[in-house]
């Protein structure tokens, strides 16, 4: 089975906190790819990463870091120094090469509060 | 400037209409994609399209339909067949025939029923 687990439905957090968004996978292909993606208030999804499976370099982006392991199937994501535009719900995805690569599986999303 | 649009923002439609989704795309983007979403729940797959004149059905491609005439449009046509089509509706392409490339998303459009 494919699957995406986002066990964490709401975090509440206050600003400059750092906040770390979980997300476990399921598959049984050897090749696939992951993504995070970021829903703000207007609805549009906002792409953050793409990691493949042969990739397991964690990867630093400005306040934002990823942390990919293959042994427990789990690419969380933390945000370092929260602020209030990163209230947002943010969903983990996952798209399995069995399929063609075409078929993506997203969690169900962590819905992210920044207080002032 | 480049991206993917969808209109209208709102749709309402009435008992037993069709109603018609638009999603265009200037990013030169081969693929296509439709989804929905419901309420405190992930994006599902609804068709996707590889190429133009092809496209597939997702995990719940019933009581919709699709076209691929152009390369820049993937219009979503939902139709009197689907019982429950309140929903947001994302379109989103992706760059490469092979796949597993990341998708870009539009707005989206919210569907209400009358």
């Known amino acids: 089975a494919q699957k995406v687990t986002q066990a964490q439905t709401e975090i509440s957090v206050v600003e400059k906190e750092d906040v770390t968004l979980d997300c476990v996978y399921e598959?049984?292909?050897?090749?696939?790819?992951l993504f995070w993606y970021k829903q703000p208030p207007s609805g549009e999804l906002v792409f953050l990463i793409r990691r493949n499976s042969f990739d397991e370099q964690n990867e630093i982006s400005g306040r934002y870091s990823w942390n990919f392991q293959k042994s427990t199937s789990s690419f969380n994501f933390t945000i370092t120094a929260s602020q209030v535009v990163d209230s947002a719900v943010y969903f983990c995805a996952l798209t399995p090469w069995n399929t063609g690569g075409f078929k993506t599986i997203f969690g169900a999303g962590t819905r992210l509060f920044v207080k002032a | 400037d480049g991206g993917i649009t969808q209109s209208p923002k709102y749709l309402f439609r009435k008992e037993g209409q069709n109603v018609t989704l638009s999603c265009e795309q200037n990013l030169n983007h081969d693929a296509m994609y439709w989804y929905r979403q419901d309420p405190g729940q992930g994006l599902r797959l609804i068709y996707y399209?590889?190429?133009?004149?092809?496209?597939q059905k997702g995990d719940i491609a019933e009581g919709y339909s699709v076209s691929r005439e152009k390369k820049e449009s993937f219009p979503l046509t939902v139709t009197s067949a689907q019982k429950n089509p309140t929903a947001f509706y994302l379109c989103a392409s992706g760059g490469a025939v092979r796949g597993g490339e990341t998708q870009y998303f539009g707005p989206g459009t919210r569907l209400l029923v009358l």
């Open positions: 598959t049984r292909d050897t090749t696939y790819y």
């Open positions: 399209s590889q190429i133009v004149n092809d496209f």
